[in-house]
T-cell receptor, first 114, second 111 residues
Framework: GAVVSQHPSWVICKSGTSVKIECRSL??????MFWYRQFPKQSLMLMAT?????????EQGVEKDKFLINHASLTLSTLTVTSAHPEDSSFYIC??????????FGSGTRLTVV | TQLLEQSPQFLSIQEGENLTVYCNSS?????LQWYRQEPGEGPVLLVT?????EVKKLKRLTFQFGDARKDSSLHITAAQPGDTGLYLC???????????FGGGTRLMVKP
């Protein structure tokens, strides 16, 4: 089956630093990758959609300069939270999509900014 | 913008009881998926329904897609403590392949 690996599973960083989260589709090439943010006890909120080799499409209210997305290959997308602040602390989840595989989610990254 | 309303938001029941979770929208979806999420983990796909009126069963879980493909339900029979978790419905639209998530239903099954 389709597997998506997300790394790291958790990270603690100091305010003002940047953090990179990786999302890899291990056994398939993902047409599109999605990045979500999830607050405690809430549903997933789509942040951005990225296609390999093109700029990501950000949802309304998501700062593209703060949440940098790079989709360099069909198996790898990265989300970089730049100049992180405590309010950026959240659970970030990626998802990879391909027609025959549907949607597969990563295991999430718990970011804590102190 | 396609919206999915999921209800109830929270459900606490005793082991052995039955329950139903609903997802409703005014939009038509090409497919609808149900996920279960444990704390600190990503959502895990339970089922995908594609055809209007479709019913799928997964052990004690029964999923139904509305005839007009605007709504769906998840029915759990004889709930067990292991069913505890966050249940999410998500619809795929006809334009593009983006998923729209419902607000989630947090289920707690007490022994």
């Amino acid at each position: 089956g389709a597997v998506v690996s997300q790394h790291p599973s958790w990270v603690i960083c100091k305010s003002g630093t940047s953090v990179k989260i990786e999302c890899r589709s291990l056994d398939f090439q993902a047409t599109t990758m999605f990045w979500y943010r999830q607050f405690p006890k809430q549903s997933l909120m789509l942040m951005a959609t990225s296609n390999e080799g093109s700029k990501a499409t950000y949802e309304q209210g998501v700062e593209k300069d703060k949440f940098l997305i790079n989709h360099a290959s069909l198996t790898l997308s990265t989300l970089t939270v730049t100049s992180a602040h405590p309010e950026d602390s959240s659970f970030y989840i990626c998802s990879a999509s391909r027609a025959s595989y549907g949607y597969t989610f990563g295991s999430g990254t718990r970011l804590t900014v102190v | 913008t396609q919206l999915l309303e999921q209800s109830p938001q929270f459900l606490s029941i005793q082991e052995g009881e039955n329950l139903t979770v609903y997802c409703n929208s005014s939009s038509v979806f090409s497919s609808l998926q149900w996920y279960r999420q444990e704390p600190g983990e990503g959502p895990v796909l339970l089922v995908t329904v594609v055809t209007g009126g479709e019913v799928k069963k997964l052990k004690r879980l029964t999923f139904q897609f509305g005839d007009a493909r605007k709504d769906s339900s998840l029915h759990i029979t004889a709930a067990q403590p292991g069913d505890t978790g966050l249940y999410l419905c998500a619809g795929a639209g006809n334009a593009g392949n983006m998923l729209t998530f419902g607000g989630g239903t947090r289920l707690m099954v007490k022994p």
